[in-house]
Each structure stands twice: as structure tokens, then as C-alpha cells.
């Protein structure tokens, strides 16, 4: 695998220091500190909030959302009626 005697001297003292630095640069902690819980707990309460004002704000647009489908169906409604008043109108001027 390795050519040498220097080779598997060089790569078994890259893997020592590698196994021996790497617990040190992952920076391991024992606890969090309270300023680090107390902004934990800041995000959480603004997470919180954000849901709940998304909550409210899909509960908006779906009503929103059925009004204009009730003003849509109004539209089409009076559209359809303007229709029939017009061949009406229509109607009475070729009779006449």
C-alpha cells in the first residue's frame, strides 16, 4: 500500500496528530452557558410567534379566498342576467 519505510512513517504520524487534534478542534462544551439558553428560549418564543401568525394568516386567506369565490359566483350570476335582459331588450326592438 504504502512505498517505504518514510511513507508509513510520514502517514502513521498524520493519523496520530489527526486522532489527537481532533477533539480538540470539534470544541466540545460541557454545558451551555445561560446566555446561550436564554437566546435558545428568545428563538423558540419568536419560532413560536411566526407559527402563529402564519396560522392566522392562512386562516385569512382562506377566508379571504371563499369571499372571492362568492364574489365570483355574484359576478358570473349578474353577468348571466345582463345577458338575458339585453336578448330581452333585443327581442322587443325586432317585434316593434
Known amino acids: 500500500m504504502f512505498k517505504g519505510k518514510a511513507a508509513r ?18 470544541g466540545c462544551a460541557k454545558r451551555p452557558s445561560k446566555e446561550e439558553l436564554s437566546k435558545l428560549e428568545e428563538a423558540k418564543m419568536a419560532a413560536q410567534a411566526a407559527e402563529r401568525e402564519l396560522e392566522a394568516k392562512k386562516s385569512e386567506r382562506m377566508d379571504l379566498e371563499k369571499e372571492l369565490d362568492e364574489k365570483q359566483r355574484e359576478l358570473n350570476d349578474l353577468k348571466t342576467e345582463r345577458d338575458e335582459v339585453e336578448k330581452c331588450v333585443q327581442s322587443k326592438k325586432k317585434n316593434q
Open 9 to 26: 512513517v510520514l502517514m502513521l504520524t498524520l493519523l496520530g496528530f489527526s486522532l489527537i487534534l481532533l477533539p480538540l478542534i470539534s
